[in-house]
Nanobody, 119 residues
Framework: VQLQASGGGLVQPGGSLRLSCATS????????MDWYRQAPGKQRELVAT???????NYADSVKGRFTISRDNAKHTVYLQMNSLKPEDTAVYYC??????????????WGQGTLVTVSS
């Protein structure tokens, strides 16, 4: 099982980006899916989480600006980021709690995608 994050890039303050994280491999079920970020010199922090049923939670710093969603049929999670600020600059990582096709349940991380907010 692998997670592949994409969609990062350079954007001006106030702009938008949409991150995607696709899974591959033998998957029976994907439970909670999350987005984390790690800014230079800082610890990795949880940005948003979504359950299989669609319940969501957000870090206070992104509430009202970011939206997490998922496509259960494609085992893919998205992060729509609007009104971006320079302090949103970070490497964004996806994480998923996955039950594989061979019955092993564990947490998987994507490789990270860089988001830079700068004028």
């Amino acid at each position: 099982v692998q997670l592949q994050a994409s969609g990062g890039g350079l954007v001006q303050p106030g702009g938008s980006l949409r991150l995607s994280c696709a899974t591959s491999g033998s998957i029976f079920k994907v439970n909670a899916m999350d987005w984390y970020r790690q800014a230079p010199g800082k610890q990795r922090e949880l940005v948003a989480t979504i359950t299989t049923g669609g319940s969501t939670n957000y870090a206070d710093s992104v509430k009202g600006r970011f939206t997490i969603s998922r496509d259960n049929a494609k085992h893919t999670v998205y992060l729509q980021m609007n009104s971006l600020k320079p302090e949103d600059t970070a490497v964004y990582y996806c994480k998923a709690d996955i039950l594989s096709g061979i019955g092993v349940r564990r947490v998987y991380w994507g490789q990270g995608t860089l988001v830079t907010v700068s004028s």
